[in-house]
């Protein structure tokens, strides 16, 4: 008899991860045993080509970032292979960004799966600035060249969490098209499967340039990007100088954070059930939520906000990072948020009602949701 279907939510920590899991009601969660608790997990991410599939973003100030996999939910977990810092030839540590004796990699961020139509190829981002892609589930990488050497990678800043390639989408109509985001760089698309790159970052302020240079071409200090639960061309935005919306695949942005005042944040989440609806976290210039936990939800369709937590509910002061806040694919879709304290926070009614696991977790990195799944 095939089990209940069931969501899973996968949480990366400052010490290891966990799996966290509950029915389709989302009502009461079962915490699973930490795995990979000498591993400071950047991100964890199912593939839904390959049930039960799961990759860790592992990273160790002893061993260096490791990819691990798990085929059995998160039960048991191999390393497999790991990307080398790429350098072309005839180059030098001083000549080369990018030669190990002047930089080498030096943390995993962000695993994407590649389209339906390619069940093996995987996306790979990382720091310094790195784009990788696996033909084979994993088992070697390829340096994705444009934007390992891009000509005007000299220039790009490290930002304060580091020069890391933290975002890539995937148009879900075409294999080519696809949208990366890079600290201090700002959001590039290519339209060729990674041959050429374009900066898509008009009309995104950097409030710490000069007046008069506030709007380069890149330079954007990105926190995280999501395309929209169901329209392709539409994209959120959260910069550390507000949050944005592109209806043109990134062509253009418009800021709609302003409303809320300090518009400061670094994650955002798009529900496949709810389109033109968008969830951020905003915090304050101290990095933290003012005075208690509160999601904020952007309806794109009626150009307005609405907060989702009731005030005081939650009282205390709360941070959330880029990879820290996600949806399901339900409707009602339910929103995971966890925070650098240790707690997670769910909703399983697209925010009408909230509940806090009663259990602390590690600093928490990144969270994301697996199922539903009756494998």
């Known amino acids: 008899m095939a089990k209940a279907q069931e969501v899973r939510i ?100 962000h695993f994407e799966p590649g389209p339906a139509e390619d069940p093996k190829l995987i996306y790979l981002g990382a720091d310094p600035h790195l784009l990788f892609r696996s033909p084979d589930l994993g088992a070697s990488w390829e340096p994705v060249e444009s934007i390992n050497h891009h000509p005007d990678r000299k220039a790009w800043g490290p930002g304060n969490g580091g020069p ?64 929209d639960g169901a329209d392709p061309d539409t994209f959120y935005r959260q910069d550390h100088g507000g949050i944005y919306v592109s209806h043109d695949r990134m062509g253009s942005w418009t800021r709609i954070g302003t409303p809320l005042g300090d518009d400061f944040g670094f994650g955002v989440a798009s529900p496949p059930a709810r389109p033109g609806t968008a969830y951020f976290v905003r915090l304050d210039g101290f990095r933290v939520t003012k005075s208690y936990f509160q999601v904020q939800e952007w309806d794109d369709r009626k150009g307005r906000w609405r907060m989702l937590v009731r005030p005081n509910a939650f009282p205390g002061r709360f941070c959330v990072l880029r990879e820290g806040i996600a949806t399901d ?47």
């Open 10 to 109: 996968l949480i990366g920590t400052r010490k290891g991860l966990h799996v966290v899991k509950s029915d389709l009601r989302r009502k009461s969660w079962k915490i699973g045993p930490p795995a990979l608790d000498m591993y400071d997990v950047y991100h964890v991410t199912a593939d839904p080509r390959h049930p039960r599939s799961l990759y860790a973003a592992a990273n160790s100030g002893f061993w260096g970032p490791m990819v691990q996999r798990s085929l059995d939910w998160g039960k048991t977990w191999n390393e497999i292979a790991t990307p080398l810092t790429p350098v072309q030839k005839d180059r030098t540590p001083d000549t080369d960004p990018l030669h190990p004796q002047a930089r080498p990699l030096a943390a995993l961020w």
């Open 164 to 227: 890391c390639l933290h975002t890539i989408v995937l148009d879900p109509r075409d294999p080519k098209r696809m949208y990366i985001g890079m600290s201090s760089v700002g959001t590039f698309r290519t339209e060729d499967g990674g041959r050429t790159w374009t900066p898509t970052n008009k009309n995104v302020e950097c409030p710490f340039l000069p007046e008069g240079k506030r709007f380069p071409e890149t330079g954007q200090c990105v926190h995280k990007v999501a395309i």
């Open 329 to 375: 694919s339900l409707d009602p879709p339910g929103i995971y948020v966890g925070t650098t304290t240790g707690q997670l926070f769910v909703s399983p009614d697209a925010g009408k009602s909230w509940q806090l696991l009663p259990y602390v977790f590690p600093e928490i990195r990144s969270v994301s949701v697996a199922g539903p799944s009756g494998k």
